[in-house]
């Protein structure tokens, strides 16, 4: 809540004749009743928490803007980093800035940047939070391997035989026998991505494709557009072993990566990480 200041400036004795300062102790005192109970309240906010609150409004984990009713007169301002934990487990939880809060209604509405777990909740607690500097530690990444030729629609894409690591629900990694193997970007964050892979002759280039709609085109024919990461080929050698190429920076969520070839070089590794 807001406090208001006691006029200025505050009565005197060096200064003031004995009218003035009388006149000035009497205001002095008049604002100061209001001042307590403003002060009071405010000491109240912090002793009671007023940065935490609880609310019951059903939510399914994710990313975005989520909307939620908590208690009314709590000091959450726009830009404040919270987090919305699970009552009940607080290894799910959802965190990020509050975009706005009425202090009447208690609606709330925060952006969030970061989950963990997954899963529709109805038992929150709200608090204030630590802007998360380095929020994954291994724990949002997917890396495949093993060469298991191409998709037979999507001719020029790749696909794994194995799953190696399956962490986290900023990725999502699917594969079939007529698209192929390709990672969705759930979360917009800072991401590592990067492809292995081998050859079996001279010709062609391989590399990890960005929302390409030439899925049955050859890797070197794509719009650079759609070229996220060149991997190799043209000059490569036949049987000198695999060559890779990695990227690190921004992908926005609903982004889709592939790993995009000519039909004849093979998919080693893909790895693809959220970092922030």
Same mark, same amino acid.
């Given at each position: 809540?807001?406090?208001? $200041? ?43 928490? %007023? ?24 000091? +959450? ?39 963990? /777990? &997954? ?25 495949? !391997?093993?060469?298991? %030729?191409?998709? &037979? ?19 999502? !990694? ?16 800072? +991401? ?30 794509? $719009? ?17 072993? $695999?060559? /890779?190429?990695? !990227?690190?920076?921004?992908? %926005? ?24």
């Amino acid at each position: 809540m807001a406090i208001t $200041p006691l006029s200025t400036p505050l009565p005197n004795t060096s200064n003031m004749t004995e009218a003035q300062f009388n006149e000035g102790m009497n205001k002095f005192f008049s604002e100061l009743a209001n001042f307590g109970i403003e002060i009071n309240a405010a000491v109240n906010a912090f002793n009671f928490n %007023a940065t935490n609150s609880t609310s019951t409004t059903s939510l399914a984990i994710g990313t975005g803007n989520k909307s939620l009713t908590v208690q009314a007169s709590k000091s +959450y301002v726009a830009g404040m980093t919270v987090r919305v934990a699970n009552s009940a487990d607080v290894t799910k939880w959802m965190q990020g800035e509050v975009v706005s809060y009425n202090s009447s209604t208690g609606a709330l509405v925060v952006n969030v940047t970061h989950i963990a /777990g &997954s899963g529709t909740i109805a038992t929150w607690t709200i608090s204030q939070a630590s802007p998360i500097l380095l929020p994954f530690q291994g724990t949002e990444k997917v890396v495949v !391997y093993t060469s298991n %030729a191409y998709a &037979s629609t999507d001719t020029s894409i790749m696909r794994f035989a194995t799953i190696q690591t399956n962490l986290g629900a900023s990725i999502t !990694y699917a594969d079939n026998a007529a698209n192929g193997g390709r990672f969705t970007i759930n979360a917009s964050g800072l +991401y590592h991505v990067n492809l292995m892979v081998d050859y079996v002759n001279t010709n062609g280039e391989c590399g990890v494709s960005l929302n390409s709609a030439n899925l049955a085109t050859a890797f070197s024919s794509i $719009p650079q557009s759609e070229k996220l990461i060149f991997a190799g080929g043209g000059a490569q050698a036949t049987g000198s072993g $695999p060559t /890779g190429n990695g !990227y690190t920076g921004w992908l %926005a969520s609903g982004s889709v990566l592939r790993a995009h070839g000519d039909n004849l070089a093979t998919g080693v590794k893909m790895i693809v990480e959220r970092l922030f």
